[in-house]
């Protein structure tokens, strides 16, 4: 699976995890200079959400990604997520 926004690969594994209609990528294929720093802090049901956005070629999407930094499923440790606007396809 892939995660692309823009055009660009944002992250790709065929270790996805679906949870809730979401493709939950291994944190280490996040392509990390595609992301920026995110003041936002949430609530799920698998415990507290950390966020980070996206900057590809000038565009920038706030809060795209999502990880749970101690999830209550063990699961979910060293995943990200992203939001309806990256398309994930195979």
């Known amino acids: ?5 823009k055009g660009v690969v944002l992250a790709e594994s065929a270790d996805t995890l679906v ?3 979401n493709h ?12 920026t720093f995110s003041n936002h802090r949430s ?3 698998y415990g507290e959400e950390q966020w980070l956005s996206l900057f590809v070629n000038g565009d ?6 999502w990880f749970h930094p101690d999830p ?5 440790k060293d ?10 396809a195979d």
């Open 60 to 65: 920038l999407l706030p809060d795209a990604i």
């Open 72 to 76: 209550s499923l063990d699961v979910l």
């Open 43 to 45: 609530r799920g049901a």
């Open 19 to 21: 949870m809730d209609g």
């Open 24 to 35: 939950y990528f291994p944190a280490a294929c996040l392509k990390r200079e595609f992301t």
């Open 1 to 5: 699976m892939k995660a692309i926004w």
């Open 79 to 88: 995943r990200v997520a992203f939001v309806r606007g990256v398309t994930i």
